[in-house]
């Protein structure tokens, strides 16, 4: 088993901290650094950095946390800790920002129409918060329409997956012929391979209705995205990691 680098081993006691935390107090702790909707009463500027740290059960923190055991720390051996750092949360904020587009495109279509039909800011906003409107408008508008925009105000983002999967890019292009063994079927797939086929999961599940369980796809898609990204401009401009441990 590898050595754990310095930085990996602070983001997982830090997770575990936000965990038993969760446990310990419940919803007061998602309410305060669980990622809310801009919109929505609960939402807090801090959210976007605390929620990479909260988690919604054992699963989801044991896979999220082994995950950036195994990636995390190689990169972090190669890149430095400052680098590493930087890179993670910024994934992290990728992931949520993409998210939040996809809900903001839910939400304004919704209120676009709640608005054609004659309902002021304050109705539309009691709508979100309550689901409370007339059966009249429900049917016109559609229900489904109706309960995805709720879902998308009152759902909230928890998570260090979307971080993991700017990791999980960066570890593709660093350790490309790495093979990485599946659990369903236990087969080894090369990073290079593997790691492009979970993102295109993810699109598929996140434009269609199969997706299994509250999982957000979009997030995974912006953590990809965003860590490409930044490998992309580090390549071409030759970054040294030197200039990041200072």
């Known amino acids: 088993m590898r050595n754990i680098t310095e930085t990996v081993k602070h983001l997982l006691i830090i997770n575990a901290i936000f965990f038993v935390a969760s446990l310990s107090l419940g919803d007061l702790v998602y309410d305060f650094f669980a990622l809310h909707y801009p ?5 807090q500027y801090w959210q976007p950095l605390t929620h990479m740290f909260m988690h919604g059960d054992f699963g989801h923190i044991f896979f999220n946390m082994f995950g950036l055991y ?13 680098k590493f750092i930087f890179f993670y949360l910024s994934t992290g904020f ?27 800011s304050e109705e ?27 879902s998308a105000f009152n759902t909230v983002m928890v998570g260090a997956s979307g971080a993991l999967y700017g990791v999980l890019v960066a ?6 012929n790495a093979r990485l063994m599946l659990l369903f079927p236990p087969i080894p797939v090369k990073a290079k391979i593997l790691v492009p086929l979970l993102i295109f999961g993810d699109l598929f599940f996140g434009f269609t209705s199969y997706s299994i369980g509250p999982i957000a796809h979009f997030a995974h898609i912006g953590g990809a995205i965003t860590g490409l990204i930044m490998i992309w401009y580090w390549k071409k401009n030759q970054f040294n990691k030197n200039r990041w441990d200072i």
């Not at 972090?76 to 800790?81: P, T, V």
Request: hydrophobic fraction near 45%; avoid cysteine.
């Open 70 to 82: 195994m990636f995390g720390t190689p990169i972090e051996q190669m890149w430095g800790r400052n």
């Open 171 to 176: 570890f593709a292009f660093l350790f490309p």
């Open 94 to 120: 990728g992931a949520a920002a993409l998210q939040l587009l996809i809900y903001y495109y839910q939400i304004s279509g919704v209120t676009d129409l709640l608005l054609a039909k004659g309902l002021n």
């Open 39 to 43: 919109s929505n009463p609960k939402f």
């Open 124 to 150: 539309i906003i009691k709508f979100f918060q309550t689901s409370d409107l007339s059966y009249e408008i429900v049917e016109n508008i559609g229900r489904d329409k109706l309960i995805s925009s709720l």
